[in-house]
């Protein structure tokens, strides 16, 4: 009796709150705006300009590119909210939600376009997914390429959930 106790715990804990992932305009306009951007910096390097320069524009194009690269590939992956907390489509764990602090979406907050600020109450691994997340230290930011309506959804469900941890965390003391 116990084991199925457990065994159904934790499938609530691993049932799917909410799934995003970007929509394939945004994600698309975000890689072409970095692929233009490289394409130019390029460009600008074959102009009349000291050699020393040309190198520049060109490490810095390539270096454009390879971002576009990154954002590419990161944003084929999404964000599912259970739980047990935040994930990555392809299974990376973001953020248990006994491990959040509090989440910021306002608009004075440091977070990405359309997204969300998480603080955790201890330092996670320091991770980057362009256009979908960032992690240094204790804060996490969700946000980029997705819908705004769709992040601020999973903001205000995670917000309720440390809510409610803390609340059930209070009733037990």
Do not use: C, H
């Amino acid at each position: 009796m116990r084991k199925e106790t457990e065994d159904v715990a934790m499938n609530d804990e691993e049932e799917i709150v909410l799934e995003i992932s970007p929509s394939p305009v945004r994600r698309w306009m975000a890689i072409l705006a970095l692929g233009f951007l490289g394409f130019l910096m390029i460009k600008l390097a074959f102009d009349e300009m000291p050699v020393l320069w040309r190198l520049f524009f060109v490490l810095l194009g390539g270096g454009i590119f390879w971002a576009a690269y990154r954002l590419r590939l990161a944003t084929m992956d999404g964000l599912v909210l259970t739980r047990a907390g935040l994930r990555t489509i392809s299974g990376k764990s973001l953020a248990g939600v006994e491990d959040v602090a509090r989440v910021d979406r306002g608009a004075l907050a440091f977070r990405p376009p359309n997204g969300f600020m998480v603080r955790l109450k201890k330092p996670g691994t320091a991770g980057w997914a362009p256009g979908l997340w960032w992690q240094i230290g204790r804060r996490l930011a969700v946000g980029g390429t997705l819908s705004g309506g769709q992040a601020k959804a999973m903001a205000d469900l995670l917000a309720d959930m440390v809510a409610e941890r803390e609340e059930q965390g209070m009733g037990r003391n």
